[in-house]
């Protein structure tokens, strides 16, 4: 479904957006006493599994075994 | 280290041996199939749930040399050794859009590696060869790897006893018969149980160093007061190689045939998708034990016993150093041996991948009679031996000298992006023109690499361009895609006509894996309704 490819599309660039140039690349602010660059990589680990279990959710075109012949 | 507590922590560490290996072996009956077939024994017959495929990818990619040798670039490059973590939510969000689909084309047509996929996309014997081929040089050096990460946790447990080095020797050779050994009757399955505990005790060692490191040095923050500025931030002249380094890892990950390997293992693809994306969170204790790269400074107990090793080698030991002189001694040698299985576990599956390369799309290539048994059976003795090759590889060359191979051999498997995950999409792709593509910029990348070292010791894949030092895999990468894409458009024909009939060859169900569940009219139904937005729409439309 075009939906569900537009979701991963989003969360793809989301998930890069947020990692792929370091531009959290600061020491300040301290999350819990922990540098923000740190911090920032070990936040959006959260960030990016809820958003893929969002996806793993919204994504019900799995061919389960029995389901094939009745297509 | 006193001699009672010495005991303690090597007891500890030899029970909890015997409790893996008894698991590995153990394997062979779980969730029991028919293991002289090759999927069967290479895939555990595709019987593994969400958990179990996060407990595997787990241990696959976050291998001994991501526990050891992150935590040892971040204690001598600083924040900037850190995008050895950072990477780790692109990976599994970029194989996202990939290996379910690819694990869904796998179960519809027997595929049990990405050659196989590439084999009945293009035909012919040379493309799908290659890139067989490619697969199974490139993961010699990933296991050596992992074997010097297994060496540098003897090293530092038998630090002051006697021979030690020949203790060590010794104690490597006995956990590669014993490993080689449950490879062989387990396959996938034992390595699976293993991944399973190695999992929970290295969660358990990382999460242990972690306090106890930080109460030593007083918290996050005065642990990392007065330390050099690199530890805070990555310098800005090495932002553009901390990102293109970040990018080749992400593309390559799941290139390597010992992730695709585990992937396809899974029960379905949304079990796969949930195991993906849990496998994220396993980032967390380990992006924390990285940065014990910085706190290790400020611990004076373990800067002494790092002393003990020479300075150009000595950050591997980053780990093992605060596990073994914070830690009780039981504790210790829980961790330490957690990190060891650590190594042992991906070792295995890499060479599962490797005997099934060289089994399925080398051998029968050029044997085209051989039986489904006697293709397990070479899958099986070649994993055995791959094993001892890479052993034989970290004997004969420092250690030193095999951390740079595995960077080398990521560039050249990220070079499949065309070959597979792209086909995956397209029927544009020309063979001749991704079989050119592959080759040349393997070629060029491999000669980046000794031009960028001046032709002597390799020591770095990042090239210097205008734009900052760029990683060679990624700048070749857009080499390949390049050149792909230009003879694509230029040779003359049709890309790849969608196929209505499984063809012959290795994945014809009368020669097929397992003639009751990959039938030929299931597999035919399947390939009329091949994309799977179709087969949605289908059952949309029904319910």
Excluded at chain 2, 149 to 177: D, H, P, R
Excluded at chain 2, 378 to 403: D, G, M, N, R
């Amino acid at each position: 479904m075009a939906n569900k490819n537009v979701l991963l599309a989003a969360i793809v660039v989301i998930v890069f957006a947020a990692y792929l140039w370091p531009w959290y690349n600061f020491a300040q602010p301290e999350i819990l006493g922990i540098p923000f660059f740190y911090a920032w990589v070990i936040l959006m680990y959260v960030v990016t599994t809820m958003l893929l279990l969002v996806y793993t959710q919204a994504v019900r075109d799995e061919k389960e075994p029995g389901q094939i012949g009745g297509e | 280290m006193d001699p009672l507590s010495f005991t303690e922590m090597t007891s500890v560490f030899i029970v909890l041996f015997l409790v893996f290996v008894f698991l590995g072996f153990y394997g062979a009956r779980f969730r029991k199939g028919n293991l002289d077939q090759l999927w069967d024994w290479a895939l555990a017959g595709r019987k593994l749930g969400a958990a179990l495929t996060f407990f595997l990818q787990g241990a696959d990619w976050y291998t001994a040399y991501s526990i050891l040798a992150i935590p040892s670039a971040v204690f001598v490059s600083g924040a900037y050794g850190f995008f050895g973590v950072a990477y780790q939510a692109m990976v599994f969000t970029f194989a996202m859009i990939f290996i379910p689909k690819l694990w869904q084309k796998a179960k519809d047509k027997g595929y049990v590696t990405a050659s196989d996929f590439v084999k009945d996309k293009y035909g012919g014997r040379a493309l799908p060869v290659f890139i067989a081929l490619i697969g199974i040089f490139s993961l010699v050096p990933y296991i050596a790897l992992q074997i010097t990460g297994l060496q540098a946790v003897l090293a530092s447990m038998l630090l002051g006893t006697v021979s030690s080095s020949q203790i060590a020797e010794i104690s490597l050779i006995i956990a590669f018969l014993i490993l080689a050994g449950f490879t062989y009757t387990s396959g996938l399955r034992g390595a699976t149980l293993g991944a399973v505990m190695k999992d929970v005790l290295v969660w358990i060692a990382l999460i242990a160093v972690v306090v106890a490191t930080l109460f030593s040095v007083g918290g996050f923050t005065t642990g990392i007061q007065g330390l050099p500025s690199k530890y805070l931030t990555v310098s800005p002249s090495l932002a553009a190689a901390f990102s293109t380094s970040m990018l080749g890892v992400v593309v390559s990950a799941y290139l390597w045939p010992h992730n695709i390997n585990a992937a396809l293992g899974a029960q379905s693809a949304k079990k796969l998708r949930t195991g993906f994306s849990l496998a994220v969170l396993y980032s967390i204790p380990l992006a924390l034990g990285d940065m014990l790269g910085i706190y290790v400074n400020k611990v004076p107990a373990a800067m002494n016993f790092l002393s003990n090793f020479p300075a150009a080698s000595r950050g591997i030991y980053v780990i093992p150093s605060l596990v073994i002189t914070l830690l009780p001694a039981w504790l210790a040698g829980l961790a330490l041996l957690g990190i060891f299985i650590g190594g042992l576990v991906p070792a295995a599956v890499m060479a599962i991948s490797q005997g099934n390369l060289i089994a399925r799309n080398v051998v029968k290539e050029f044997k085209p009679g051989l039986t489904e048994k006697g293709e397990a059976t070479i899958a099986k003795w070649a994993s055995a031996v791959f094993k001892f090759v890479a052993l034989a590889v970290v004997f004969a060359i420092p250690a030193t000298y095999a951390l740079q191979f595995y960077l080398v051999g990521a560039i050249i498997i990220i070079q499949l992006l065309p070959a597979v995950f792209l086909s995956l999409y397209t029927n544009w792709f020309k063979k001749e023109a991704i079989f050119a593509g592959t080759a040349l910029s393997i070629i060029v990348g491999l000669y980046l690499v000794l031009q960028a070292n001046h032709f002597g010791r390799i020591t770095t894949t990042l090239y210097p361009t205008p734009l900052g030092s760029l990683y060679i895999g990624v700048i070749v990468l857009a080499l390949n895609l390049l050149v792909t894409a230009a003879l694509s458009a230029v040779i003359p024909g049709r890309g790849v006509i969608p196929q209505v009939q499984v063809p012959g060859g290795i994945t014809s169900p009368a020669k097929g894996v397992d003639a009751t569940s990959f039938g030929a009219s299931r597999a035919s139904i399947l390939d009329k309704s091949e994309k799977p937005e179709d087969s949605m729409n289908k059952q949309n439309t029904s319910g």
